[in-house]
């Protein structure tokens, strides 16, 4: 990197003025003194030395003059300094004339228009820190040590009350502009103390300061207010946040939902407060309902047959899972399985065509569903119900097969759907489909019962 060089008439301005100051710049890890004023050569005591040798002595050993004592920290904030940036501020002693004084040095870095950074450090002679020697006056050295800690306290109380204000500052530009409506209210009071653009337009106002200085039951109606009062005391009783929703209405009276956060504070007047922020969910919410109506739906059609208006095969096997976790659980109560198929089903097909066959299934199902008046009713195949029996129905479990078998006697000989059934009682098998499994067999021997009847 190369030194940076001021014009002529630049250099001459710098260097006649009376403030104390130098300007440096790192070059290759080794820090380079670009210019000193005359404040800064009076206050080191080279007043009287050719200018070119003073470049040359300060840059040979730019801590030449400075309490062995003090090296160390200094050489330590020059390094942070250069590395980090921000502020270098230090107080060091520094001999002149035979005597140590305290001199205090402030630096911020610059940059010039070509890219270059360089270090502009102002300098203040606070007095003398000894007479003729270093140990003479121990009170000094400890009051220049006191100096030490409270400008370091100085400076830390600085940094820290602009990274507050920096803090303040971004915090207020984000509740500012954010879609959300944010508040704070003097608790004593109930006055808000202030608002975002979105709460003031909730509150019918034009801007924050219509909404500042005003309560509740200045703003809005009785009902309202008293609403918002008496969440205000809810959120004072809890130790954190207090969250909920709330259906109430805006300024002009439209009625709104909002998911609502209050929580209190102290603010740094010692003055107690609450924070609250509201989100209006109302769009969201009503989005929310069409989807569950929407998915319920289709979760319904999904689980329909569309030929008869039963429950599908998707919903035995929905019920069928309840029943197995329940089963495992040891908490199902009593139930039997009926399993029924329709005969000669495939027959009216082939001769009557599939429109006399979805007839044919409709009819059955109106028998199934007549007979099994209080038990879910499922068609699982094409020609194929099942029956979850359960309570009144399953207490005449066998009376209600009988039915079925007098029915199919009666169409035999007058003609009519006749269907097969198999029946089985829970008897703490592991799952649905081992009783299934027995019912099924049942079924099948009684099919083939009523077709050896019919011949």
């Known amino acids: 990197m190369e030194k940076y060089r001021y014009s002529d008439e630049e250099l001459k301005l710098l260097e006649s003025s009376p403030i104390p100051f130098a300007i440096y710049q790192c070059i290759d890890g080794k820090v380079v003194t670009i210019v000193m004023s005359e404040g800064f050569l009076e206050l080191s005591g080279y007043e009287d030395v050719d200018k070119k040798e003073i470049y040359n002595l300060v840059n040979d050993d730019i801590y030449r003059n400075v309490h062995p004592d003090d090296l160390s920290s200094i050489v330590e ?60 006056n121990e009170d000094i050295s400890a009051e220049y040590a006191r100096l030490q800690q409270e400008n370091e306290r100085l400076r830390k109380e600085a940094d820290a009350s602009r990274k507050i204000m920096s803090l303040k500052k971004s915090l207020s530009d984000l509740l500012t502009n954010m879609p959300a409506m944010t508040f704070s209210k003097d608790v004593d009071t109930g006055k808000y103390l202030a608002c975002n653009q979105a709460f003031a337009e909730y509150a019918n106002k034009e801007t924050p300061e219509g909404v500042v200085g005003l309560t509740d039951l200045e703003i809005f109606d009785e009902e309202t207010a008293i609403h918002f009062i ?50 209006d969910v109302t769009d969201a919410m ?6 569950t109506e929407k998915l319920a739906l289709v979760q319904n059609m999904a689980e329909i047959d569309s ?57 059955a199902c109106d028998i199934i569903c007549n007979i099994f008046k209080r038990s879910p009713v499922y068609r699982v195949g094409g020609d194929e119900f099942v029956v979850i029996s359960q309570d009144e129905d399953y207490a005449r479990s066998e009376e209600l097969v009988d039915v079925i078998a007098r029915h199919n006697k009666d169409a035999l000989i007058n003609g009519g759907v006749v269907v097969a059934c198999g029946m089985a009682k829970f008897d703490q098998e592991d799952c649905v489909a081992a009783v299934f499994e027995i019912a099924d067999k049942r079924m099948y021997e009684n099919k083939k019962f009523l077709k050896n009847c019919i011949k």
Not at 91 to 114: A, F, L, M, P, T
Not at 286 to 291: A, D, G, S
Not at 321 to 346: G, H, W, Y
């Open 77 to 136: 904030a020059v390094n942070c300094f250069l590395a980090e940036g921000g502020v270098f501020d230090v107080i060091y002693r520094q001999k002149k004339d035979g005597e140590y004084r305290v001199v205090h040095s402030y630096g911020r870095h610059i940059y010039k228009e070509d890219g270059t950074r360089l270090a502009f450090v102002w300098y203040t002679d606070q007095g003398a820190f000894v007479g003729e020697s270093i140990n003479e």
């Open 230 to 279: 008496e969440d205000d005391k809810k959120a004072l009783a809890m130790d954190g946040p207090y969250i909920f929703y709330e259906d109430v209405p805006d300024a002009a009276g439209n009625p709104r939902q909002f998911q609502t956060t209050k929580l209190k504070f102290t603010d740094d007047t010692g003055r107690e407060c609450l924070l609250g922020l509201c989100q």
């Open 286 to 291: 009503r989005i929310k309902r069409e989807y």
């Open 307 to 363: 030929l008869t208006g039963i429950k599908n095969k998707n919903a035995y096997k929905v019920r069928e899972s309840i029943m197995n976790q329940r089963i495992q659980e040891q908490r199902q109560p009593e139930f039997a399985i009926v399993v029924l198929d329709v005969n000669d089903l495939k027959k009216i097909n082939d001769t009557e065509g599939h429109e006399a066959g979805d007839k044919y299934i409709c009819d």
